[in-house]
Structures are given as structure tokens and as C-alpha cells.
């Protein structure tokens, strides 16, 4: 596997994605990243792929706690536990964009691995194909989150009722980032909170690239304050 763009582009990327030094790129042509074909094409994923993949996922995992739910009572650990699904959900997306979106890479592997993940996202923020993660990419970091949830829920705490809901609105929040992620490029977003989003992520990628993580939300950002005073 032998990657393009870190061979025969000069971006710099050294000490981590130092996004502010990198070319930005609006051509409508996406840069290729792989000599093979095989390997380029699951570099471009489009955001109704990643709605038809995830959004049946998150439903069966709510259909499925509504049909397990124990008769003769209401159970409320599904509305708590969809709350504490999406509020898991905003602190993964903070956390994942900043430190390993962002990481620091010191050797060029890492290097080339970042500017993979998400690098070539900063270099060319219009490309419609790199916008919503890829499944090759979003597939296993599920998995380990399913892994977590099970460790957590399941085996240390023995609420089992609570997985669905709580792995159900996960799924759903990483959904709504994406395709929020996506409508901050490509949609007009001209008031309202829709308005204030698109802004936020711009000036990330525009004016300050290492702040302002949250795409969906900027609550993280001011609670560990890599929201920058105007």
C-alpha cells in the first residue's frame, strides 16, 4: 500500500496535523490517496451510504429494547438510557477529533496514518466523498465501542435492559455528526443554530484548526477550553 498524497504532495503535517500549514485544496477533484484502486475506493463514501448502513443499526437496537421491555411497568431506562446514549455520544466526538483525529503523530508512519484519517480532510475540506467517515473506519471503532458498552453495562454494572437504548442513541448521535458534518460544507445553513454551527466549523478549518472540535456541538469545548475568545 503506497499512499499519494504524502509522497508527492508537500503538506506539512510534522509534529502532528498542524492543520493551519496545510495547502487547502478546493478543487472539485478528489486527491488521490492510493496507487491502488481497490484501496482508493474505500476512501469515498457518500452521506446516504453511511445513513442506510447505521440508521437500521440504531433501530434494531431500539426496537429491539422496547420488544425485551418487562410487562406491566414503563421502562424508563429506555428515554434515560437514549439520553445517556447521546450524551456519550458528544464526549466520544470531542474526544475522538481531538486526540486522535488530531494526534500528534511523531514518525512519518503516523504521520501518513493521521493525514489519512483525517488530514486529507483539512487539505481538501470540500470534497463531497471524504466528508462522512468510511465504514472501513467507522466499523471496527463501532465494534469497540459495542466492546466497551458490553464491558461497562453488561458484565460491571449487570444492567443488561440498559444496553439497547444507550448503544441505540450512540449509533444515532455518530449519525447525526456525520451528516451535520456533512451539511456544514455543502448546505446553506443560514439561520438559526444551523447557522451558528457551519460558522464554528468553518473557523476551524479556516482560522483555528487545533480548537473548536465539536461539530455538532461546541458544549465540550467550552467546558476543556479549546473554544478561543473572539
Not at 106 to 124: M, P, V
Not at 151 to 165: E, G, S, T, Y
Request: charged share 15%; with cysteine.
Amino acid at each position: 500500500m503506497t499512499l499519494y498524497t504524502c509522497c508527492t504532495i508537500n503538506y506539512l503535517i510534522l509534529g502532528g496535523l498542524v492543520m493551519n500549514h496545510l495547502p487547502i485544496d478546493h478543487s472539485d477533484v478528489p486527491i488521490r490517496l492510493f496507487k491502488s484502486d481497490f484501496m482508493e475506493f474505500f476512501s469515498h463514501i457518500s452521506p446516504v451510504a453511511v445513513t442506510i448502513i447505521w440508521l437500521p443499526v440504531a433501530l434494531f437496537f431500539l426496537f429491539r429494547s422496547i420488544a425485551e421491555a418487562p410487562l406491566g411497568r414503563f421502562p424508563f431506562y429506555i428515554p434515560v438510557g437514549l439520553l445517556i446514549g447521546l450524551f456519550v455520544w458528544t464526549i466520544s466526538e470531542y474526544l475522538l477529533h481531538r486526540f486522535v483525529f488530531h494526534f500528534a503523530a511523531k514518525s512519518e508512519k503516523g504521520q501518513r496514518i493521521t493525514f489519512l484519517f483525517h488530514g486529507i480532510h483539512h487539505a481538501q475540506p470540500q470534497c463531497k466523498t471524504r466528508l462522512v467517515m468510511p465504514p472501513i473506519v467507522a466499523i471496527p471503532l463501532a465494534a469497540v465501542f459495542f466492546g466497551l458498552f458490553h464491558l461497562v453495562i453488561n458484565v460491571l454494572l449487570k444492567a443488561p435492559l440498559w444496553f439497547d437504548p444507550i448503544f441505540s442513541a450512540f449509533i444515532l448521535g455518530y449519525l447525526t455528526y456525520d451528516l451535520t458534518h456533512y451539511a456544514t460544507h455543502h448546505f446553506p445553513m443560514r439561520s438559526g443554530y444551523a447557522k451558528f454551527i457551519k460558522r464554528y466549523h468553518m473557523q476551524h478549518h479556516y482560522k483555528t484548526p487545533n480548537a473548536r472540535y465539536g461539530v455538532s456541538s461546541p458544549i465540550w469545548d467550552y467546558v476543556f477550553k479549546t473554544k478561543p475568545t473572539e
